[in-house]
């Protein structure tokens, strides 16, 4: 899939006669979306919603706030009669086959699992980002080039052969792991002429080693993050690693990506919490032994499997630290009358070196999304909320279009955690905070599992968002946010959308430097003549206004292929050069020819002033 | 200076006719060893040393019981009659000359440093490895190739001028820091026929930015650990960065090396706390911009630099996080029966998430050192240390042979230092540990700094010492220790070293999955064939033993050329030719041409399992 709707080549290869339809088996649910197939938002009357099954805290009960808070912040009506139907199944070009490959694997492992069925296919030849991949597969698109073969393999042995045939017979691989990437990254390039075979490593999910004495456990890097947790927790121990992604994501995908989990304060970072991570490539294994936890061994090229993003191999298993589980766990919430106030307490809190397995400060946009996704109140429950609603806004004067929330988890020995809170009470009245209970930091947390399911319920309804991220110096942060805000609203009114943007952000990670604000954004769609250009060229604009404004490209989304045009403003020339030297040295054939970040169709000539000896300022 | 004294080549090039002595300023010490000019171990009579200047705490007082433990432990005397006398001024081979490159390097910076004289090329030739260089240096011998000249550029604008030219005249540059490499990295190799030029960088020592709004300075790379420290201490800021070459070693150096400081617990190891360096190599400059405190954008280019070993390019400038100077700093020292029981208390303050800025642990025979370096007691002083000793050793039944000691540092708020004392304080009785006072712990860590003038006192007594380190799982500690043990006692026996051998150790860092260990070892080489020879051997086993027992080739002090038969023990063949690859596209002339870790002669083929699928073990 490419970043442009209006590079959709019907003469793309792989197209061609003997196009047929595919028919998802009866009654599942689409296969496309986020998640699990008994989780989905659906309206119980006009203007109330609900998320069925109960896999979340959030599912279950009506939510009566939620459609008239979209509506009123959209400024367009948004109910059942929007909703967009399900397409029906797309006619699919027929692979690109490789006779001679499939049979030497087959010969070589004659219990491969392989897969060719349309929907496997179509399954496997997009992530989640939502308008290139997901709300143009609602519309009835389909990407620009499709996988044409699945593999499954169950060892490492079965990579290493894969990995050898694809470089013999000339075919491509693209890894894959829980499908959730949203950088494009699992796209395919629409010119490409050789079988593409989409590595789907879910297969590959055991627990080879738990090692107490050292806190570390050796996994297959197809485990998803929930199997690995779900096992650990069994043993009393925990990675500690929460993206977003959890349930669906894999640690091979994690670090690829270089991804980020939100207790990075506790348990680190992907590159803290992996030590080791094996990397099969067409020219061999990278890595790097002993296991230990820290070296110094020259340039280090085991770290080359970090936010490689499918590019040099595959990565088949890893070593990663694992913890105890906490004596304690405790959530806190805070409001602050602002989001100035709010990142000031949140410089005082990383000032005062505490640090809180997570903290997370939300714009007043969405503080009033995760009010909005409250449910229905009864009896007295409803009472208290309005007495503290009236407090906080009459008595300390908040301001409720203003006012944003933190969100905080602290986990550890009793000690740590509650030396942890006496810090983040106390310094709180400085800075105008007021404790919102423990139960909303719960709830803030249990939300962010929902964002994905909202987002599928909304693209249904015509209402395009996508989230982005980067990283900033803390004295970047509010120049960032006015200016996005600014100019999606500017670019908005120019382009004729209906309503209004949607705009809400959160500092999501702090560190000692800086921190990593995480947008969301959106409109309603309808009406434009090509809303998903539209929206490609908003979105893309706003990454730039993030750049200029002094933030990374990316926290921990990666660059994929939708933000594969600024590598050149972020890296120099050299270092773009010595990544493709890299990339050569592993993978001549370019058998990983999934083309993203540097490995894929960047700018040949670098940015203005990567020639130029850097000025004083950082 | 090559691995192994029989190499040393006549028929290196730069030889041949008009060698001539240097002859060093009159008056100045030896410009070789170790430090500052004022200060040195000397005899004060047959059996007292004492420290000259007035640099460190242990300077000035006599030591009398440090040449008894020497001569007890090494079983050979060591007295004023076996000085060696500081050599003649050695005859150094004519420089390879490159006029053509001088005469552009002048007419593009007029003012341009050059030097050519003697001394400061044999300088510039060796950092301080303790018998390959500096042993052989008192000894008379010279490296087997010189630097041809030195240059101290004094801009950005110089380095890219002299890299520039480099590769255009066929000229090798080797960048230098402090000259405090351990690993060989910054001698010649003896082979090379072209001109080499020292790029010594301490002429770029500015400070080009605070910027406190985000907890960052950028300097320039040639500034010394010293300098900064000062410089920042008079802005109320630290880096926290404190290698135990803090005085004499650069930023660029800390950053070429993958440099760790004692402190790493609060301030970070050097890849934590250098968010930005600019490398500067014949095809361009590698970076990534912007700074930021973390980022996912592909594979990582910018971090090609950590490691480097002089090998890719020079590193100008680098962008360091800074910490206001802690509120509150606190030593503490603590006693146990045995190394083993030190090992379980450090291992215990991780599990429960205590992080005293630095925590060491030493074992036996350096604890006895710290003893031995004590000054004469007199009065009441004496008395409560006997009083002291004998309730640890007869009340509590310490074995004076078994116990060690444990240093610790903490610092922070007062709130943080108090939380951590009370942390370290409540294990210890669990741990068989009696507290042994914080004037201890200060004077445990002031030693530090005396170490490497202990090295070159006993180098002129003709004992052979160096320290080497490691870093492993906690379950591998006490095999590696006592496999180094028995080994070096089984080897120094088999060579017919005189006396007994000196082994001591320490953990000098601690992280959740393992350790650094730091050894010391050395053993007198009078009358020996070829004591230098011998050294070599019995220390390439020393590794050799390391790294089967399952420790890493370095920590910290990186591959340089004497561990680097050892690279292909520990990468991949895969991850050598992709480190190999980077340094073909960014220095394809090799003017970087030091030859350190897997830019040298590496072995061409990869260790018998490199091509295996690994098995579950870490």
Chains 1, 2 share one sequence.
Not at 17 to 43: I, K, M, S, V
Not at 106 to 112: D, E, L, Q, T
Not at 436 to 450: D, L
Request: proline share 7%.
């Amino acid at each position: 899939m490419t970043r442009s709707s209006t590079r959709r080549s019907t003469g793309a290869p792989g197209g061609g006669a003997g196009e047929r339809p595919y028919d998802p088996a009866p009654g599942r649910r689409y296969p496309h979306l986020w998640g699990y197939d008994d989780t989905r938002f659906e309206f119980l009357d006009p203007r109330t919603v609900h998320l069925t099954g109960d896999r979340y805290p959030l599912a279950g009960a009506p939510l009566p706030h939620f459609m008239p808070f979209v509506e009123a912040l959209l400024g367009v009506p948004a109910g059942p009669e929007h909703l967009q139907q399900t397409p029906p199944p797309p006619v699919l070009p027929e692979p690109v086959r490789a006779p001679a490959f499939l049979d030497e694997l087959r010969a070589a492992h004659p219990g491969a699992r392989i897969e060719d069925d349309d929907e496997s296919r179509l399954i496997h030849s997009h992530g989640q980002l939502s308008v290139e991949e997901i709300y143009r597969l609602l519309g009835g698109g389909i990407p620009d080039r499709l996988v044409d073969l699945v593999v499954h393999p169950a060892s490492e042995e079965e990579v290493l052969t894969l990995v050898r045939l694809a470089d013999r017979h000339g075919v491509v691989l693209i890894p894959y792991g829980g499908g959730t990437n949203v950088s494009g990254a699992l796209a395919c390039p629409p010119r490409e002429r050789r079988t593409i075979v989409s590595v789907d490593m879910r297969g590959m999910s055991r627990i080879l080693e738990i090692d107490r004495a050292n806190g570390l456990v050796v996994v297959e890097a197809g485990i998803t993050g929930k199997e690995l947790e779900v096992r650990l927790e069994q043993e009393g121990l925990t990675s500690g690693q929460v993206p977003d992604s959890l349930e669906l994501s894999t640690v091979g995908g994690w670090i690829a990506t270089n991804a980020s989990g939100m207790k990075k304060n506790r348990y680190g970072n992907v590159e803290d919490a992996v030590l080791d991570a094996v990397l099969v490539t067409p020219r061999g294994e990278v890595r790097a032994r002993p296991v230990v936890p820290r070296s110094s061994t020259g340039v280090q090229p085991q770290r080359l499997a970090f936010g490689s993003e499918g590019g040099l191999g595959i990565i088949t298993r890893a070593v990663l630290q694992v913890w105890p589980l906490p004596e304690t766990q405790r959530y806190a919430s805070f409001v602050f009358p602002d989001f100035e106030a709010g990142v000031r307490y949140l410089r005082a809190v990383q000032a005062a070196g505490i640090r809180p397995a997570s903290i997370r400060l939300t714009n007043n946009t969405e503080f009033r999304l995760g009010q909005a996704l409250g449910r229905a109140r009864r009896g007295t429950s409803a009472l208290v909320a309005k007495l503290k609603k009236a407090y906080v806004t009459r008595v300390k004067g908040f301001d409720p279009e203003r006012m944003v929330a933190c969100t905080v988890v602290m986990e550890g020995s009793a000690a740590e955690v509650r030396q942890q809170a006496r810090g983040l009470f106390g310094l709180l009245a400085a800075h105008g905070g007021l404790s919102g209970g423990p139960e909303n930091g719960r709830r803030g947390y249990a939300v962010t599992f929902a964002i994905a399911y909202i987002r599928d319920f909304l693209n249904k309804l015509g209402i395009l968002g996508e989230t982005f991220e980067t990283s900033a110096p803390w004295s970047r942060i509010h120049d960032i946010t006015d200016a996005v805000e600014a100019e999606l609203r500017r670019l908005c009114a120019e382009r004729g959308v209906p309503g209004k943007p949607y705009l809400s952000y959160r500092v999501s990670q702090s560190y000692r430097t800086g921190v990593c604000i995480y947008f969301t954004m959106g409109f309603c769609g309808r009406g434009l003549a090509d809303a998903e250009r539209t929206f490609h060229e908003i979105e893309h604009r706003m990454r730039e206004v993030v750049l200029e404004q002094g933030g990374s490209l990316s926290h921990h989304h990666g660059v994929g292929k939708i933000r594969q045009d600024f590598v050149p403003r972020v890296h120099s020339q050299a270092a773009i050069d010595a990544t493709r030297a890299v990339k050569r040295s592993l993978d001549p054939n370019d058998v990983f020819g999934a083309g993203n970040h540097a490995f894929g169709p960047v700018a040949a000539t670098a940015s203005p002033d990567a020639g130029r000896v850097p000025d004083g300022t950082p």
